[in-house]
């Protein structure tokens, strides 16, 4: 589905990442694909992964500066004649923002931080591809979570941040479809990934959310991974500008079963 399509990804932290399904179905599906890595301390490990699958293209980007995305980018021109696609797999807020009530957590720092690394950042990275992307039917993809339109318990200022990054999906799909390219995102359901681990209480919020599912679990990386293939394949050409949820179902229920309402 994406043979010789060049797509960069970035967010990859460990095994355990939505990023590292998205990439293994990438590499599975025939893409070149260039994998970015925070700091050196994820480095090793961003680089053994990704020669898993295949990938010998390893750039260091901190997204939240702007030389590092600049460098990024003419890094891969030195690479490849061109860039198809851009997966962003980031998203961050400070740990004390994402455990207590709304009201007395959320600091203008915190909020800061989580719209710049969470949001901001997804458009930074299109500015920076645009060059490369010129000529070709490129695809923009990041990730956004249900917390973007209801509240969760814990998900905080979070929950601001990825409504701020749905929001910027719809404005980037017109800017860059005067390119010809597409922008979409997947609302992907929980995961147990490292910035997961972050929000207090997770693993009661999986429990809870496999409970409710139309499909009765969990979704795994490995499905964001594919869905997020076909949504930047030629075989989903007509679509941009969409939030695509891949959560067994869970954002179509407004409450469970009679049985768990009578408990």
Known sequence: ???????????????????????????????????????????????????????????????????????????????????????????????????????????REGFNIAHDISSYSFIALAKGAKEMMSGRNGSLLTLSYLGSKMTLPNYNVMGLAKASLEASVRYLAVSAGKDGHRVNAISAGPVKTLAASGVK???????????????????????????ATFLTSDMASGISGEILYVDAGFNITAMGSIEEAES
């Open 1 to 107: 589905m994406l043979k010789n399509k060049n797509i960069l990804i970035v967010g990859v932290a460990n095994k355990h990442s939505i990023a590292a399904g998205i990439a293994e179905s990438m590499s599975k599906n025939g893409a070149n694909i260039a994998l970015t890595y925070q700091n050196e301390r994820l480095q090793g490990n961003v680089e053994k992964l990704g020669s898993s699958w295949g990938v010998d293209t390893f750039i260091p980007c901190d997204v939240a500066e702007d030389c590092q995305i600049e460098n990024t980018f003419k890094e891969l021109s030195n690479k490849w004649d061109g860039l198809d696609a851009v997966i962003h797999a980031v998203g961050f807020a400070p740990r004390e923002e994402l455990d207590g009530d709304f009201l007395d957590v959320t600091s």
């Open 201 to 227: 209480n997770f693993r009661k919020m999986l429990s809870y959310n496999a409970s409710r599912a139309p499909l009765g679990r969990n979704i795994t990386t490995k499905e964001v991974g594919d869905a």
